[in-house]
C-alpha cells in the first residue's frame, strides 16, 4: 500500500502552514516546510509555492472519520501519472513535496488511506477497471486513466454517475468540463482539478522575453486582463516577424525565426481556444452535432493570416519546444507539461499568455487542454460517500497549494513578487477546458476525429464542403453516444 504516515514534526508544520493559509496570508511554504529532512529541504528549489491570494478560500470539505477506508485507484505510469496523484515519497522538490504532503494530510484527517493500484500501462488500467466492473468485483474505488481510455470504460456501462454522488459542483476546482461531460443528466467521468493533470496537460502560448524584447515587441497584457486580447491583435503583433537569420534567401525551421508554431496535435487546443466546439446539448441534455459553418471559417481565416508568420513545428509531442529552445520562434502553443520537462532547466527567459478569443463575440478566454480523466468504478456504489470525501478534500489541496506550484516552479517565477504573472495565471488555471467533442472522438475517429482537428485538415475555402462530408456519419456516432446513455444508470 502505497500509504505514509507523517512525522509528528512535518504533520505540524503542515498544520501550521494551512492556519495561515485559511487566515488569507499569501503564506511563502520554504523547501524545509514541505521536507521530512535537512538532506532533502537542501536540494529544494528556492521558490515561493502559494499564490497571493486575493480572496477567501473557498470552504473547507466535509471531514469525516471514514474508519481506515481504503481508496484503491487503478492507474499507471503512462506521462507520470502515479506521481501526479501521489508521489512516492518526499523528495525535495517543491511540487513532489506539497503533493505528498497534502495527501498524507488528508489521510490523517479522515483516517483514510490512498492507495495506488499501479498496472503496467493505460490499457492495462482499461482492461482492469472493465474486468472488475463485469464481475462486481469492488477491487478500485477510482481509476485514474488516459482520456479516451476512460471515455471508453464509461460507455461500457463501468462508472457511476457522478452526480448522484453529492459532489459540490460550485466549489472552484470544478470547471466548465463537468457541464460539459453530462449527457442524458449523467456524469460518468470527469476532469477537474482533482490532481495538477488539469494545468500540467493545458496548454499556453509561451513567448521568449529576450528576442521579443530586442525586437521591441510588447505583450498586452493590459488588454489580456481587460478580456480584450483578440485573435487578430495576435496577427499583429507577429506580422513580419520572420527573418532570414543566415542569409539564404529562404526561411526554414530549422535555421531562421519565425513568429510562432505548434503541432498538428497542438492545434485540437487552438481550435478549441478560439471557442470552435462541434457539440452541444439539445433540451433534453442530449448531445447535438452542431458545427458553425460561418464560425469556422472565421476562425480559419484567422488562423491562416496567423501561420503567414509561423509554421507547423515536426517535434510532435514537444509541441515545437525543440525550436522554442533554440531561438527560432517567439511565439510557442505549448503543452505546460512539456516546459517543465524541456524548458525549465534551461537558461532561457519566457513568459506566458492565454490563447487569444477569435473575436469579439467570443466572450470569455478559452484554454484547451488534454488532461488524465477520472472516474469511479461501478461496484464502488456503496463507498461512493467516502470517496466523495477524500476526493474534495484532495481537490481542495490540489487547487490552492499545488496546482499554483507547478506553475511557478514551471515559470520560474514568484507570484509574490509579480502580479502580473499571478493574474496571467489565474486566467489560464480558470479557463482550462478540455472539449466534449476531444473526449468522445475516439469513438468515431473518422467523422468526430476529423471535425475536432479542423485546423489540421481542411481551411477556410474548404470549409463548408469538409462539414458537409462528414456530417452524417458524425450525427450517427452521436446518436450511437447517446443511446448508450439512455441505457447508463
Request: hydrophobic share 40%.
Amino acid at each position: 500500500m502505497k500509504s505514509k504516515h507523517l512525522s509528528a514534526l512535518v504533520l505540524a508544520a503542515v498544520i501550521i502552514i494551512s492556519a495561515f493559509v485559511s487566515c488569507g496570508e499569501a503564506a511563502s511554504i520554504s523547501p524545509a516546510e514541505t521536507t521530512a529532512g535537512t538532506a532533502a529541504a537542501e536540494t529544494a528549489e528556492d521558490t515561493s509555492a502559494v499564490i497571493p491570494e486575493t480572496e477567501p478560500r473557498y470552504q473547507q470539505p466535509e471531514i469525516s472519520d471514514l474508519e481506515g477506508f481504503v481508496m484503491n485507484v487503478a492507474t499507471s505510469s503512462w506521462i507520470n501519472c502515479d506521481e501526479m496523484f501521489f508521489p512516492e515519497s518526499l523528495n525535495g522538490d517543491i511540487v513532489n513535496d506539497l503533493l505528498y504532503n497534502s495527501i498524507i494530510t488528508v489521510e490523517e484527517n479522515n483516517n483514510a488511506d490512498v492507495n495506488l493500484v499501479l498496472l503496467p500501462d493505460n490499457g492495462s488500467v482499461t482492461s482492469a477497471v472493465k474486468k472488475a466492473a463485469t464481475a462486481g468485483s469492488n477491487d478500485y474505488q477510482l481509476s485514474y486513466n488516459h482520456d479516451n481510455q476512460t471515455v471508453a470504460n464509461a460507455l461500457k456501462g463501468c462508472f457511476i454517475d457522478l452526480n448522484s454522488v453529492g459532489f459540490d459542483f460550485d466549489a472552484p476546482w470544478w470547471t466548465d468540463t463537468r457541464e460539459s461531460f453530462t449527457v442524458d443528466g449523467k456524469m460518468m467521468f470527469a476532469s477537474n482539478y482533482l490532481t495538477y493533470s488539469g494545468i500540467y496537460l493545458g496548454f499556453v502560448i509561451a513567448y521568449n522575453k529576450t528576442l521579443t524584447e530586442n525586437m521591441g515587441i510588447e505583450v498586452p497584457y493590459h488588454s489580456i486582463f481587460d478580456g480584450r486580447w483578440y485573435m487578430s491583435d495576435f496577427i499583429s503583433l507577429i506580422k513580419d516577424t520572420n527573418t532570414d537569420l543566415n542569409g539564404d534567401g529562404a526561411i526554414k525551421p530549422s535555421d531562421d525565426l519565425f513568429g510562432f508554431t505548434t503541432t498538428d496535435l497542438g492545434l485540437v487546443n487552438v481550435q478549441v481556444s478560439l471557442g470552435t466546439t462541434i457539440l452541444s446539448k439539445d433540451g433534453d441534455g442530449m448531445l447535438q452535432y452542431t458545427p458553425d459553418v460561418d464560425h469556422i471559417v472565421n476562425m480559419l481565416d484567422k488562423f491562416e493570416k496567423l501561420m503567414e508568420n509561423g509554421f507547423r513545428a515536426d517535434d510532435g509531442i514537444s509541441y515545437g519546444a525543440t525550436y522554442f529552445m533554440k531561438d527560432r520562434v517567439l511565439f510557442d502553443y505549448v503543452q505546460i507539461r512539456v516546459i517543465a520537462e524541456e524548458l525549465r532547466n534551461t537558461d532561457m527567459s519566457f513568459g506566458f499568455i492565454p490563447c487569444p478569443k477569435l473575436d469579439e463575440s467570443q466572450e470569455k478566454y478559452v484554454s484547451g487542454a488534454f488532461d488524465v480523466f477520472w472516474a469511479i468504478p461501478v461496484p464502488a456504489y456503496d463507498d461512493a460517500d467516502k470517496i466523495r470525501i477524500l476526493l474534495e478534500n484532495i481537490s481542495y489541496n490540489s487547487f490552492y497549494d499545488v496546482v499554483p506550484a507547478v506553475y511557478e516552479t514551471t515559470l520560474k517565477v514568484k507570484f509574490s513578487e509579480s502580479e502580473q504573472d499571478a493574474q496571467t495565471f489565474e486566467i489560464i488555471r480558470d479557463s482550462m477546458f478540455v472539449d466534449s467533442g476531444y473526449a468522445f472522438n475516439e469513438q468515431s475517429s473518422g467523422s468526430l476525429g476529423k471535425m475536432v482537428r479542423l485546423l489540421s485538415n481542411t481551411d477556410s475555402a474548404s470549409a463548408a464542403s469538409f462539414c458537409e462530408k462528414y456530417h452524417d456519419k458524425a450525427v450517427a456516432a452521436i446518436e450511437k453516444i447517446n443511446g448508450t446513455y439512455e441505457n447508463l444508470g
